[in-house]
């Protein structure tokens, strides 16, 4: 799978934003399109949140199979999709994967969602 | 369908924020999973977009097969989706059904993407 996250933080703002006035071209609709789809998951976004709100901002997967009801693999896999998406950062640490969220790549998403209106506004208050 | 729009409006932020510090439980995170997944769409997202920005923000299902090169039935089929997951309304007037974007709903879902530092820097600057 391409790394969508590296992908998305290539593009300029204006190129990508469905909302920013101009209409986006297919090829910027079907990158952004896997990112969303990579969020667009209920144990994806309780992982993300659960992740954010660990006490460091981190946790391994054995942190996170409780409290999802899920198994090792199945989390694994989960986290393995938000990594590849750029969602999240992965770090090896002894025998665990230690993950974190990416804000700038969450950033970006959540920019790219705001209507162009709300967006000028903060650039050019009047 | 559920209109997950209405059921994200009758949320308020800090329950559904995946990422505000506290993790999401079930429920919320299968209706925001659910009006990501309307969204994590090529075709929807250029439609969305091209709906935007067209000349009043409007569009009829007339004025968006060309650009995308997709049958009525399928943008239908497309308009449909984004319409029950609360991202566009309808207004029918004469033969035609005209789009607009929602958004309020567009920016809920930015808003719960956004990393709780921005967030919070935006209310409380030090």
Redesign the interface.
């Given at each position: 799978m391409e790394n969508v996250g590296t992908a998305l933080a290539e593009m300029t703002l204006p190129q990508i934003s469905?909302?920013a006035?101009?209409?986006?071209d297919?090829a910027d609709?079907?990158r952004?399109?896997g990112v969303?789809?990579a969020?667009?998951?209920?144990?994806?976004?309780?992982l993300?949140?659960?992740i954010?709100?660990a006490p460091d901002g981190e946790a391994c997967v054995c942190d996170l199979t409780a409290?999802l009801g899920l198994s090792q693999p199945t989390v694994s896999h989960h986290l393995r999709i938000l990594t590849e998406a750029g969602l999240l950062e992965r770090e090896k640490r002894g025998v665990w994967a230690f993950y974190r969220?990416v804000?700038s790549a969450?950033?970006t998403?959540?920019?790219l969602?705001?209507?162009?209106?709300?967006r000028a506004t903060k650039k050019a208050p009047r």
């Open positions: 469905p909302l006035g101009e209409p986006i297919r609709a079907e952004l399109a969303l789809k969020l667009a998951d209920p144990a994806r976004l309780r993300l949140s659960l954010q709100s409290p969220l804000p969450i950033g998403i959540a920019d969602l705001t209507p162009p209106r709300k």
